[in-house]
């Protein structure tokens, strides 16, 4: 049996008042990109340019921004909004 890490997400806040703010479909999408995110948290691909540990997630026309700690297998969803939105932002 492969033992693997399993990490949990946690949500900053502005993150789930744009989420609540969403429909059911945009809210069935977001569950779908964090179980991809889950699955490969750390993509060298995703990485965000100047950041060490700060990765983006791609869904659509809207950016998912996440952090990862190994030490308390944590991924932090720091924001999510429109692409030409979130990097004027963050």
Known sequence: MVSRNVYRIIQSRQAV?????????????????????LNNPKD???????????YRHR???????????DAKLVIEIILVDSRGQVYNRH
């Open 17 to 37: 008042k744009y989420i609540e703010k969403q429909d059911r479909i945009f809210k069935e999408r977001i569950e779908k990109a964090y179980t991809e995110i």
């Open 44 to 54: 060298p691909r995703k990485l965000l340019k100047g950041f060490k540990n700060k």
């Open 59 to 69: 869904m659509g026309s809207y950016r998912i921004i996440y952090s990862v700690c």
